[in-house]
């Protein structure tokens, strides 16, 4: 059985989606070294735990133990990608994606197993994609580096403890960055057209992800050479900044990003200062974040000046869920469209451009 999966390699997360399996997977995109742990509770889910072997042919270290996204966010050893990453060529996105397809693997409806068998075969067709800019040099190197054999296995993750899953991808249609999320809004699950204007016209999207921002513009769902673009800037540095002046301020330190989006989401903006006493984090975040939004709305404002024939422009990724209300402020008269969900909407589009693939593919060889 091959699976058609949608695997959208974020800087910030990694997301992935299997044709006919439910919700979506999603793993911080931070590792660690991974050691024999003092387990004195099992976490109750094995995603807070994923303590994994990788083994991989395309890694520096072709065989390696981590902690793998939540648990590594709580390390003070973790690392979480930076400006210079390059999410094509690099071994800790490529370990967080080989998780997170194992990891669906041994969830998802699987194969039968043996009395006594630990290690399963999973075969996969992947989509995924590229920032705008890193695409047309990168998506063939992307490609070599995931399609192949891969062996992930599960030490002390609960639940999955000792399972052993060999992976093996026979391909990977590379898109590109927030395109792909326009196809996902363009079309119905069966990639029947589902909005006419979205489909046939001229649509510009800023997609903010942790560490870019693209800006492809697409016409009658053809990406524009010309004028589509990105920048090396998301939310990322935004959120550094926060935790640097929230240890200056209140001397408390947050291990990782992570851990400070999962408050901004929660709208938890009171942290315990050491001893007795609470600050108040949300004027340092409201500082940075209407900054991020200016800055945002400044580029789109430059785009559309630049290409007048865009119809309407779309405001996606993590960035626009976590700016909406300051971008809506920023933007003033100029109106931007937001969606629910606007983070999972490339890993949706990958996954009906790889279902589109295919089935041009099985046309193709009738
Ligand atoms: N609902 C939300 N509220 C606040 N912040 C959010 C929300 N959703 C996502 N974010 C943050 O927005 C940023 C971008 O998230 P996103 O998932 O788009 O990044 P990514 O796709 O992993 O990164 P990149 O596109 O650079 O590879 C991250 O820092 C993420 O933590
Ligand atoms: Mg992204």
């Known amino acids: 059985m091959i699976r058609l999966a949608g695997i959208d390699i974020g800087n910030d997360s990694v997301k992935l989606v299997v044709n006919g399996q439910g919700e979506p997977t999603i793993i911080p995109n931070v590792v660690s070294p991974g050691y024999e742990r003092l387990v004195l509770q099992e976490e109750d889910s094995p995603l807070k735990a994923l303590d994994v072997m990788v083994y991989s042919p395309k890694l520096r270290k072709k065989s390696a133990r981590y902690f793998v996204g939540l648990i590594a966010s709580e390390d003070p050893d973790n690392s979480e990608q930076e400006e210079t990453d390059n999410k094509a060529t690099s071994d800790q996105s490529l370990i967080v994606a080989l998780t997170a397809l194992a990891y669906a693997s041994v969830t998802g409806p699987s194969v039968p197993r043996e009395p006594g068998q630990t290690t399963e075969e999973a075969e996969y067709v992947i989509g995924t994609g590229l920032p705008v800019r890193a695409y047309a040099r990168y998506h063939q190197t992307f490609e070599e580096r995931l399609v192949g054999e891969h062996e992930v296995?599960?030490?002390?993750?609960?639940?999955?403890?000792?399972?052993?899953?060999?992976?093996?991808?026979?391909?990977?249609?590379?898109?590109?960055?927030?395109?792909?999320?326009?196809?996902?809004?363009?079309?119905?699950?069966?990639?029947?057209?589902?909005?006419?204007?979205?489909?046939?016209?001229?649509?510009?999207?800023?997609?903010?992800?942790?560490?870019?921002?693209?800006?492809?513009?697409?016409?009658?769902?053809?990406?524009?050479?010309?004028?589509?673009?990105?920048?090396?800037?998301?939310?990322?540095?935004?959120?550094?900044?926060?935790?640097?002046?929230?240890?200056?301020?209140?001397?408390?330190?947050?291990?990782?990003?992570?851990?400070?989006?999962?408050?901004?989401?929660?709208?938890?903006?009171?942290?315990?200062?050491?001893?007795?006493?609470?600050?108040?984090?949300?004027?340092?975040?409201?500082?940075?974040?209407?900054?991020?939004?200016?800055?945002?709305?400044?580029?789109?404002?430059?785009?559309?000046?630049?290409?007048?024939?865009?119809?309407?422009?779309?405001?996606?990724?993590?960035?626009?869920?976590?700016?909406?209300?300051?971008?809506?402020?920023?933007?003033?008269?100029?109106?931007?469209?937001?969606?629910?969900?606007?983070?999972?909407?490339?890993?949706?589009?990958y996954l009906k451009l790889a279902k589109n693939k295919m089935s041009q593919l099985e046309a193709g060889s009738l």
């Open 153 to 349: 296995t599960f030490l002390s993750t609960p639940k999955l403890r000792g399972r052993t899953v060999r992976l093996f991808i026979r391909r990977a249609i590379v898109s590109v960055e927030g395109a792909a999320a326009l196809f996902n809004m363009a079309t119905h699950d069966n990639l029947q057209v589902r909005d006419e204007e979205l489909y046939y016209g001229c649509i510009g999207i800023c997609e903010m992800g942790a560490l870019t921002t693209d800006f492809p513009v697409v016409n009658r769902m053809s990406i524009d050479n010309q004028f589509s673009t990105g920048e090396q800037l998301g939310l990322a540095s935004y959120l550094d900044s926060i935790v640097r002046d929230v240890e200056d301020q209140f001397g408390y330190r947050f291990p990782s990003r992570t851990k400070l989006v999962q408050r901004i989401r929660r709208n938890e903006y009171l942290i315990q200062r050491v001893g007795e006493g609470q600050a108040d984090i949300r004027p340092i975040v409201d500082a940075y974040f209407n900054r991020a939004a200016q800055k945002i709305v400044d580029l789109i404002r430059k785009r559309w000046k630049k290409y007048p024939d865009i119809q309407c422009f779309y405001v996606l990724g993590g960035g626009a869920a976590a700016l909406k209300p300051y971008i809506l402020e920023a933007a003033d008269t100029m109106r931007l469209r937001f969606v629910e969900n606007s983070e999972l909407q490339n890993v949706y589009g």
